[in-house]
């Protein structure tokens, strides 16, 4: 009988922990490719024109795939509204230069990596009904932590308190996505740009 020493399994646990973070990362660009592939045609063509055979076709993942995922059309629809939520957490950032720069890292970072920035400037601008209740679900939970970091500061003595927390928000997705249209790949630079304009205003 072949004898498993401890060297074997260690290799062997590092093997499947490897093949089990390639799925994961594979599972991740497919779900990113068949969401934005469903936006692309509510966006274009309203909710009638989402089939598996058209979210198929657009976003180049074969329909057995989509089909292990969603049961049809309307699942997809229901499930891709869940799956877009959420929002960055800055509770443990400080009321600071140096918090406003991450926290609008982790903005940036959000909604790029949710359904990227591009197709969250096509949610906002459309009228279709599953957009904009997907719109709500992507940006009103980050709005009130939003809130909540500028209401820390502001109980702190940090920030201004006669901040209008509300047009700030809009002001730095607008910023984003502006940034992100016309320098692509460039807009890296962002969040430290952003910082420099907004800090006169947060302490004023």
Known sequence: MATITA???????????GHAGRSARTRSATDRKIMQA????????????VTIEEVARRSGVAKT?????YSNADDLLHRMQIETAGAPDFSDLAPTRDGLL?????????????????????VL???????????GQILDPARRRFDD?????QQAGAFAADVDTS??????????????????????????????????????
């Open 38 to 49: 469903t936006i692309d045609i509510l966006a274009s063509q309203g909710v009638g024109a």
């Open 125 to 135: 601008s459309s009228e279709d009904g599953h957009l904009q209740r997907m719109a």
């Open 167 to 204: 047009f700030l928000f809009a002001t730095i997705l607008g910023s984003m996505m502006a940034c992100t249209a016309l320098h692509g790949d460039d807009a890296g630079a962002w969040p430290s740009r952003m910082t420099a304009v907004l800090w006169p205003t947060l302490t004023a």
């Open 149 to 153: 970091f500028v209401r820390r500061g």
């Open 65 to 69: 795939t989509i089909y292990r995922r």
């Open 102 to 122: 991450r926290a609008l890292e982790r903005i940036a970072a959000n909604f790029d990596g949710t359904i990227g920035l591009k197709a969250v400037g096509v």
């Open 7 to 17: 060297a074997d399994a260690t290799a062997g646990a590092t093997q499947a922990s």
